[in-house]
C-alpha cells in the first residue's frame, strides 16, 4: 500500500505526466457530457423504453456508453472510425496504392488518416440515416420540427458528434494519456458498469439466489477478468542472435534478443467478424418472414442456444487464424531480421527463418483463439445460468476484452514515463505490456482488442 500511494505521488510529481493525465480527463468529461445532449427535436421522455435492450442494439449502446439508447448527439459514437480505419487496412492488403501508403512512413500515414477520415463521414452519414429511420419514431419528434426536417437534421447532427468524438480521441492521443479512441470506448463501457452492478444486486436482493450467490458471481467475474489478462499480454518469445561488428574502437551486436510473439495477436477483431454475421440469422426474418418459422434460423438468431455459440465460437478460430495471417508477416520479419545481421540459433536465414516464424505463429494462435472463443461465450453461458443480460456482458466477451487491453496499455504508457525520469515502475518486478484494443489508425499495425 505504502509503494502504491508513492508511485501515485511520483506520477503526480512529474509536470508533463500529471498535464498529460489532466488533459485525458478534461477530454474524457467533454465526451460523457455530450453523451447526454439529446438531438434536437426528440422527446426525451419517450425514450425510456429503449434502454436494456439486447442483440446488436444493446451491444451499440455498451460500446457508445448509453449514448444510442439516449438518442444523443454522439448515438453513434465512434465504431464509424472504427469501421473505416479497418477497411482501410484491408485495403492496405488488397490494393497496391494503399500498400504503398503503408510503406512511405509518416507522409504515407497522414494520407492514410485522410482516406479513413473521408471514409469515416460516408459510413457516419449513411448509419445516421438508419439509425433515424429505426430508432426514432415519429410520435417521439416535436410536432414543431416535424419528421423531414428531423431527419434533414439529425443526419448533420449525428455525423458532426462523431467526427467531434474523433477529434476528441485524436487530441487524448496527442496531448493526453494512452490511445485516444480506445479510452473512450473503454469508458463507455464503464459508464454501463454501475447500472449492471445494481440490476444484478436488485435481482439477488429480491430472493432470487441471495447475497452468497452474488458474492460467487463476483469472484467468477475476477477470474475471468485474469484469465483475459493472461491471453492479452501471453506472449512466445524467439530469441534472436545478431552478429558482431567492430566499427573503430567499439563493439555492436554480439548479443541475444527476443521477438515477441503474441499468443492472440488478432485481439478483439475476429470477435467483432463473428458478431457481424452472427447478426445475419436475426435479420434474416424481418426481411423474410416466411423463414421466421424455420426451426435452425430461428436457433441461430437465438442468443442463448448451442447452436449459436458453437458457430459463434468456431467463426472466431477461423477469424482469429485470418486476421493473423494479413497482419503478422513472417517474410517480412525474416527480411528485417537478414537486414540488420540478425538470425535465429539453428535456422537458416532467409525463407527458412520465414517458415520457421511461420510455424511458431500457427501454433500458439490455435491455443489463443481457442481462449479468445471461450472467452466471448462467457457471458452468453453467464445469461443462461440467470445472471442479468446487462451484467453478463462484463463476463467476456467484446467489452472485457477492450477493458483490459486499454488499461494494460494505458499503464504502460505512464510506467514509461515513470521509468524514464528514474522512478519505480508500476509494478515489483517485471515489466507491464499491452496493446490498444481496437484499430485506430489506417497507418498502423492493427492492435490487440
Do not use: C
Not at 160 to 183: H, R, Y
Not at 310 to 330: D, E, G, H, K, S
Not at 349 to 378: M, N, Q, Y
Amino acid at each position: 500500500m505504502k509503494k502504491l500511494f508513492t508511485t501515485l505521488s511520483n506520477i503526480w510529481k512529474i509536470d508533463d505526466l500529471r498535464v498529460r493525465i489532466s488533459n485525458t480527463l478534461l477530454f474524457l468529461l467533454i465526451y460523457r457530457v455530450g453523451s447526454f445532449v439529446v438531438l434536437p427535436g426528440v422527446n426525451y421522455a419517450s425514450l425510456s423504453t429503449q434502454k436494456g435492450k439486447a442483440g446488436l442494439v444493446g451491444l451499440l449502446d455498451m460500446f457508445a456508453g448509453g449514448s444510442f439508447s439516449r438518442a444523443s448527439i454522439f448515438a453513434l459514437g465512434v465504431m464509424p472510425y472504427i469501421s473505416a480505419s479497418i477497411v482501410v487496412q484491408l485495403l492496405g492488403i488488397a490494393v497496391p496504392y494503399f500498400t504503398k501508403l503503408q510503406k512511405e512512413g509518416e507522409s504515407g500515414r497522414n494520407k492514410l488518416n485522410q482516406w479513413t477520415r473521408y471514409l469515416t463521414i460516408g459510413i457516419t452519414a449513411l448509419q445516421a440515416v438508419g439509425y433515424v429511420r429505426s430508432q426514432i419514431s415519429a410520435d417521439q419528434v416535436s410536432p414543431v420540427m416535424g419528421m423531414a426536417a428531423f431527419s434533414v437534421l439529425s443526419v448533420f447532427v449525428l455525423t458532426a458528434g462523431t467526427l467531434f468524438v474523433m477529434w476528441l480521441g485524436e487530441k487524448i492521443t496527442d496531448k493526453g494519456i494512452g490511445n485516444g479512441i480506445s479510452l473512450i470506448i473503454m469508458v463507455g463501457i464503464i459508464a454501463q458498469l454501475p447500472g449492471a452492478f445494481l440490476a444484478e444486486l436488485d435481482v439477488r436482493n429480491s430472493g432470487k439466489g441471495g447475497l452468497i450467490t452474488f458474492i460467487v458471481e463476483i469472484v467468477a467475474l475476477i477470474g475471468v477478468v485474469m484469465f483475459t489478462i493472461l491471453i492479452v499480454q501471453g506472449t512466445r518469445k524467439i530469441a534472436v542472435q545478431y552478429a558482431k561488428r567492430i566499427v573503430g574502437n567499439k563493439q555492436y551486436g554480439g548479443v541475444r534478443q527476443y521477438i515477441p510473439l503474441k499468443v492472440n495477436a488478432a485481439g478483439v477483431m475476429p470477435i467483432i467478424f463473428a458478431q457481424a454475421l452472427m447478426f445475419i440469422p436475426a435479420t434474416i426474418p424481418q426481411f423474410f418472414p416466411s423463414i421466421a418459422a424455420n426451426g435452425a434460423v430461428m436457433a441461430l438468431a437465438n442468443y442463448n442456444s448451442w447452436e449459436h455459440n458453437l458457430l459463434f465460437a468456431l467463426l472466431i478460430i477461423v477469424f482469429t487464424y485470418f486476421y493473423t495471417a494479413i497482419t503478422v508477416n513472417p517474410n517480412q520479419m525474416a527480411d528485417d531480421m537478414k537486414k540488420n545481421g540478425g538470425f535465429i540459433p539453428g535456422v537458416k536465414p532467409g525463407k527458412s527463418t520465414a517458415e520457421f516464424i511461420d510455424g511458431v505463429i500457427s501454433r500458439i494462435t490455435l491455443p489463443g483463439s481457442i481462449f479468445l472463443a471461450i472467452i466471448a461465450i462467457i457471458p452468453a453461458f453467464a445469461s443462461m445460468i440467470g445472471i442479468n443480460n446487462l451484467f453478463a456482458r462484463f463476463f467476456g466477451g467484446t467489452s472485457l476484452i477492450i477493458l483490459v487491453g486499454v488499461v494494460l496499455d494505458t499503464l504502460q504508457q505512464i510506467e514509461s514515463h515513470l521509468l524514464m525520469r528514474h522512478y519505480d515502475g508500476l509494478m515489483k518486478t517485471g515489466r507491464i505490456t499491452g496493446r490498444t484494443a481496437i484499430p485506430t489508425s489506417a497507418g498502423t499495425s492493427p492492435p490487440v482488442i
